[in-house]
């Protein structure tokens, strides 16, 4: 079965820093999908960025940018140029595309605080 | 496009109670999945649809839980006996097929006291 982990359960940066996020993740597949949600508080989740598991390049939006090191199983987020809207939880999720149902196996989350 | 939204947004019930949640999707996503999502936790695959099909239940989904999706526009997920271990966050997303990206509701936060 495959498995999300997110390692660090809280995070903060000052605002204008860059913070990276870790996640790290298992799985026998080689098809698959990797993303970054975020949860702001009392808002619904939104998506960040994802990740194509055969694309050997990074993706990248705007300030967001993933490390994706597929060998490793790592999938890390790292926010440049911090906001204060930046706070949220933000989980890494797997999508195994071998799977018809295309659910997503999501890790425990990392609270990201942004101060001012 | 109006997103994914649920109703009741908060719900407080006693143990033992039934109760019921829907979820509308964003209009022509043919895909829709229900999550649990506990305190400190991610959101953990309950249930999905494919149009009106429920084509996969996670073993998270005992005998008390339904969920359906008449004519494959929203859907419901009820909850009948209600037990304080069901309080969470039960989320709702919708995506098009050849998508792979979820788009999510707000939630429905469930207390059971």
């Known amino acids: 079965a495959q498995t999300v982990t997110q390692s660090q359960p809280e995070m903060s940066v000052q605002e204008a820093e860059t913070v990276t996020l870790s996640c790290t993740y298992d799985?026998?597949?080689?098809?698959?999908?990797l993303f970054w949600y975020k949860q702001p508080p009392s808002r619904q989740m939104i998506l960040v960025i994802r990740?194509?598991?055969?694309?050997?390049q990074n993706a990248t939006e705007n300030r967001f940018s993933v490390n994706f090191q597929k060998a490793a199983k790592s999938f890390s987020l790292k926010i440049s140029d911090s906001q204060l809207g930046d706070t949220a939880m933000y989980f890494c999720?797997?999508?195994?595309?071998?799977?018809?149902?295309?659910?997503?196996?999501f890790g425990s989350g990392t609270r990201l605080l942004v101060r001012p | 496009d109006t997103g994914v939204s649920q109703n009741p947004r908060h719900k407080i019930t006693k143990r033992g109670q039934n109760v019921t949640f829907r979820c509308d999707p964003i209009?022509?996503?043919?895909?829709l999945y229900w999550y649990r999502q506990t305190l400190g936790q991610g959101p953990e695959f309950l249930t999905y649809?494919?149009?009106?099909?429920?084509?996969?239940k996670s073993r998270l989904l005992s005998d008390r839980f339904s969920a359906e999706r008449p004519k494959g526009s929203f859907s419901t997920l009820e909850i009948q006996r209600t037990e304080q271990g069901d309080s969470a966050m039960y989320l709702c997303?919708?995506?098009?097929?050849?998508?792979?990206?979820?788009?999510f509701g707000p939630g429905t936060r469930l207390l059971v006291l």
């Open positions: 997303a919708s995506s098009w097929d050849r998508e792979e990206t979820q788009y």
């Open positions: 209009s022509e996503h043919n895909r």
């Open positions: 799985t026998s597949e080689n098809n698959y999908y």
């Open positions: 999720a797997f999508m195994d595309r071998m799977d018809s149902s295309y659910k997503l196996i």
């Open positions: 990740q194509e598991a055969y694309k050997q």
């Open positions: 649809f494919q149009n009106e099909a429920q084509l996969e």
